[in-house]
């Protein structure tokens, strides 16, 4: 689509004669004989790329007409042209966003070179601004507003444009694939392939010809080449998911893929160039796989260039109304109904523990708008026992009248769990930090900050 272009200026053949000039090169061109009707013409009409106003006219000044089209559309290119220019007059023309101020008498080709840059610089803000609502939209899946789900959504828009590795860690359920199709769709590679490979869903022998590629007879079975899903997402991001789970004997060959950025084909003595973001992710303690031989170290400093934690739902409470109501959108719409919650269901689905996190919760509210035969979601909707009081993520709490140190008391409620939780498991941690949801990092870190004795129970079993 050409450029539109608006000229304001009192001299008629001047009008004419860039009029002539723009549209032989290609551009839309409306002209305007004074600054009255101009003012009128901006308003009513959808906003130019670029409009060219003479300084001074007998019905006022083109400072105005430059007023007016920065109000209308501040990426709007103007450009001043005047007889009687001054320094002083430049100055505060550029102050209030001309592009350029051009004296009178001038060269055609001169300013057709200054238009054309304005019109460069234009096509730059739309694009900008296109880029922009892209990662805007490409953000709004990670749902919710809490101060932890924000910083993750930071990082992301941070990195998005990077080519750099990235390693996402998590708790089974928390939405990491949507934080890589985020960091994907957010960036510069958004228009470009992302595929992802579950590393747990493939046998060992499978892995490197899914990965890598294949020539045909490389093995029994491969009647014909395969090109593999590093060189399928050329261009754009390969989303490797429970990447601890990928056989020793593959991440040898991941590390060189990687060091490389070169594939060479399972049967094949040529290595192919590849121009990948390889973004991994894990519900596993990955140095705890170091230690025990089952991760190479190498490939985990190669991943891990940035690591994003995703938190669990739990540390995020705040977060479940708003996932709530977006699984209702999206299930309603899928199923052609709009619903809305009653305040006991909203109050049931917004107290419950979901140890499996947002896909647990998704899968409550896509079970509630399935079963519903109203327009509003009900307790009757939702999985047995939400009509009864139903577990509750915190106990109910009587305030004292003379209040109470809140840190105090949650520091207390947290050793308590965790004393429940080895009681529960004979004192053996890895299965009580399993109990809480918790990695058993994570668990034994908080048996320290609350000095637990080291010979209570199992350490590592």
């Known amino acids: 689509m050409s450029a539109r272009i608006l000229v304001v200026d009192d001299e ?6 860039l009029e002539i000039l723009f549209r032989r090169a290609g551009y839309e061109v409306d002209t305007m004989p004074s600054v009255t009707p101009a003012l009128a013409h901006i308003e009513a009409e959808d906003s130019y790329d670029l409009v060219i106003t003479d300084l001074l006219m007998p019905d006022g000044s083109g400072m105005e007409v430059l007023e007016k089209v920065r109000e209308k559309d501040r990426s709007t290119q103007v450009v001043m042209v005047t007889a009687y220019a001054t320094t002083e007059q430049a100055v505060e023309a550029m102050r209030k966003g001309a592009y350029d101020y051009v004296q009178k008498p001038f060269r055609n080709d001169a300013l057709r070179a200054t238009v054309e840059k304005a019109l460069e610089k234009r096509a730059l803000l739309d694009e900008n601004r296109a880029l922009r609502a892209e990662r805007r939209h490409a953000l709004r ?77 490389a093995f029994t079975g491969a009647s014909t080449a395969k090109e593999g899903l590093f060189r399928a997402a ?27 950025r070169r594939v ?62 977006h699984f209702l959108w999206k299930y309603g719409a899928l199923m052609h109904k709009r619903l ?56 109910s709490v009587v305030l004292p009248e003379e209040g109470l140190d809140l840190s105090a008391y949650l520091a207390e409620a947290e050793r308590n769990l965790l004393m429940a939780a080895l009681e529960r498991t004979g004192g053996v941690r890895t299965a009580a930090a399993k109990l809480l949801g918790m990695s058993f990092r994570s668990f034994r870190y908080r048996l320290a900050k609350y000095d637990f004795d080291e010979n209570d129970g199992d350490s590592s079993s």
Request: charge should be negative.
């Open 12 to 17: 008629a053949g001047l009008r004419k004669m």
């Open 234 to 260: 050329t261009g754009g991001t390969i989303f490797l998911d429970e990447i601890g789970d990928m056989p020793a004997s593959v991440q040898v060959k991941l590390l060189r893929v990687l060091q490389e």
């Open 340 to 395: 809305q919650f009653s305040p006991e269901a909203l109050r049931w689905i917004s107290n419950q523990p979901y140890p499996g996190n947002v896909r647990e919760l998704e899968n409550v509210i896509e079970r509630a708008v399935t079963l519903a035969t109203t327009d509003e979601i009900t307790l009757d909707d939702l999985p047995p026992g939400a009509s009864d009081s139903g577990p509750r993520l915190v106990p």
């Open 264 to 325: 060479r084909p399972v049967g094949s003595e040529t290595e192919i160039e590849v121009d990948v973001r390889v973004v991994a992710a894990t519900n596993r303690d990955l140095e705890a796989g170091i230690q025990d031989g089952t991760f190479r170290q190498d490939l985990f400093y190669r991943l891990n260039v940035v690591h994003i934690a995703v938190p669990p739902l739990r540390e995020r409470l705040e977060d479940i109304p708003h996932l709530a109501e």
């Open 141 to 217: 899946d990670l749902v919710g507003r809490s101060p932890a789900l924000r910083q993750v959504a930071d990082l992301v828009g941070r990195l998005a444009d990077a080519p750099t590795s990235v390693l996402i860690t998590g708790e089974s359920g928390t939405g990491k694939e949507v934080v890589a199709r985020s960091l994907h769709t957010a960036g510069i590679r958004a228009k470009r392939p992302f595929v992802a490979l579950n590393c747990g869903a493939l046998p060992e022998a499978l892995m490197e010809s899914e990965l890598f590629g294949h020539e045909k007879g």
